[in-house]
């Protein structure tokens, strides 16, 4: 996918929440070697976390991401900060 806007794009986006921008990294690195293509290396993005994306080999679009302010348990369930009343 080609940065820009979304017009036309009428799929869906996998995300997948890691535990370190060193697993985001690792990942993006064996999505390469197994035949996926990097769409967007990894950087940290506008609103603070590490993040990359791909396509896989069946041309579905996936977004690698640590977000050190949502940590995973160890089951890999998210726990949420607390946003108060919001």
């Known amino acids: 996918m080609e940065p820009g806007p979304a017009v036309g794009f009428g799929g869906i986006a ?3 929440n890691v535990r370190s921008d060193a ?6 690195a064996a999505v390469e070697r197994a035949g996926g293509t990097i769409t ?3 950087t940290i ?5 590490y993040s990359g994306a791909f396509v896989d080999p069946d041309g579905h679009a996936w977004e690698i991401a640590h977000n050190p302010g949502f940590p995973l348990a160890e089951d890999g369930s998210i726990t949420l900060p607390d946003f108060g009343d919001l």
Do not use: W
């Not at 697993?23 to 993006?28: C, K």
């Not at 993005?45 to 976390?49: R, Y």
């Open 14 to 16: 996998l995300a997948h």
């Open 45 to 49: 993005n506008a609103i603070g976390f």
């Open 40 to 42: 967007k290396p990894a």
């Open 23 to 28: 697993e985001v990294d690792a990942l993006l």
